[in-house]
């Protein structure tokens, strides 16, 4: 079992940065491939980034490259996504999830493949 728990989220301005966090506790983190996903109203749950146990890999959706940024504290059993340069098309809720099956290698970015899941933050970007 591993229990997730985001933070971070907020409301903000168009071009303004934000620093999520998730923080697990259970399993052994270090041994999870963690990833961030959102949902926007009406819309499914998007794919945004995600990060291999080592941190050798990181993977992010071709609409957050450049601006948002995933990464790990193992120690701290963190995960982050650092988001710059925010757009209105960014308000979404914000889950993190963690695969404890793939835990090395290039992550995946399907949805189904993560086990375990947070409550998620709620991130809105007024134009």
């Known amino acids: 079992q591993v229990q997730l728990v985001e933070s971070g989220g907020g409301l903000v301005q168009a071009g303004d940065s934000l620093t999520l966090s998730c923080a697990a506790s259970?399993?052994?983190?270090?041994?999870?491939?963690m990833a961030w996903f959102r949902q926007a109203p009406g819309k499914e749950r998007e794919f945004v980034a995600a990060?291999?146990?080592?941190?050798?890999?990181?993977r992010h959706a071709v609409s957050v490259k450049g601006r948002f940024t995933v990464s790990r504290d193992n120690a701290k059993n963190t995960v982050y996504l650092q988001m710059n340069s925010l757009k209105p098309e960014d308000t979404a809720v914000y889950y993190c999830a963690a695969d404890l099956q793939r835990a090395y290698g290039v992550p995946t970015t399907l949805r189904y493949q993560y086990d375990y899941w947070g409550q998620g933050t709620q991130v809105t970007v007024s134009s």
């Open positions: 990060i291999s146990w080592s941190t050798a890999y990181t």
């Open positions: 259970g399993r052994t983190f270090s041994h999870c491939a």
